[in-house]
């Protein structure tokens, strides 16, 4: 049973407007979320996260935002740049678990120039 | 040196062959971690060590054994792999019990199994 869930394979946005990944998750225990992006023949690169204390987080054009009471997080990235293309993957853990981490399928994001 | 490197970057074996792969990280954390990427598969976790201790195994065949000889180093030795083990194997590490803190990866390690 896959207890986090991006549902979505791929994204394709235009250069500039905004790029919208979600991510789903269904262990209440959860109280640690990650957004890793991957480019090809990379290992993943660490984004931005946020706890389960907060429902946003943001750094400069990334922001995460989290609802609780719908098991759900979403990461926007405004604006969106070429660059940006690449997969990316949601991952949560729960405390005591010494960082165990659970991942999403990832989403591949594509940004047209 | 990057933070968490892996060596080598590409591996072909028989299955009857033994290798292992190597990690090292330089960032001073204290936990180091295994995860097995299959092709449009979920990263898998396989093994945890913190502080050198092993403090998860994912129900891992017994051809894949792990050595952490300290914190910084992490080693996966294999030994008469099959086919389905073919895989981008991820190495990683953080710092735990100071509050939340994220995982960082090497390249991984390609392994091809013939």
């Known amino acids: 049973d896959q207890q986090v869930k991006q549902n979505s394979p791929s994204l394709s946005v235009q250069e500039g407007r905004i790029s919208i990944l979600n991510c789903d998750y269904t262990n209440s225990m959860f109280d640690y979320f990650l957004w890793y992006k991957k480019y090809p023949a990379e290992g993943p690169t660490f984004l931005i996260s946020i706890s389960s204390i907060k429902d946003k987080n943001e750094d400069g054009r990334f922001t995460v935002f989290l609802n609780k009471s719908a098991k759900h997080l979403s990461l926007h990235i405004v604006p969106s740049q070429p660059g940006d293309s690449a997969v990316y993957f949601c991952?949560?853990?729960?405390?005591?678990?010494?960082?165990?981490?659970?991942f999403g399928q990832g989403t591949i994001l594509t940004v047209h120039p | 040196e990057t933070g968490v490197t892996q060596t080598p970057r590409h591996l072909v074996m028989g299955m009857t062959n033994k290798k292992s792969l190597k990690c090292e990280q330089h960032l001073g954390h204290n936990a180091m971690y295994w995860y097995k990427q299959s092709a449009k598969k979920p990263l898998e976790l396989m093994f945890v060590?913190?502080?050198?201790?092993?403090?998860e195994n994912n129900s891992v065949p017994s051809r894949f054994s792990p050595e952490c000889p300290n914190s910084s180093h992490l080693f996966l030795h294999l030994h008469t792999l099959q086919p389905e083990d073919s895989a981008l194997y991820l190495c990683a590490s953080s710092q735990v019990g100071e509050g939340d803190q994220p995982q960082h990866f090497g390249d991984g390690t390609r392994l091809s199994i013939l």
């Open positions: 060590y913190n502080f050198k201790e092993q403090t």
């Open positions: 991952a949560a853990s729960a405390a005591a678990s010494y960082g165990k981490l659970t």
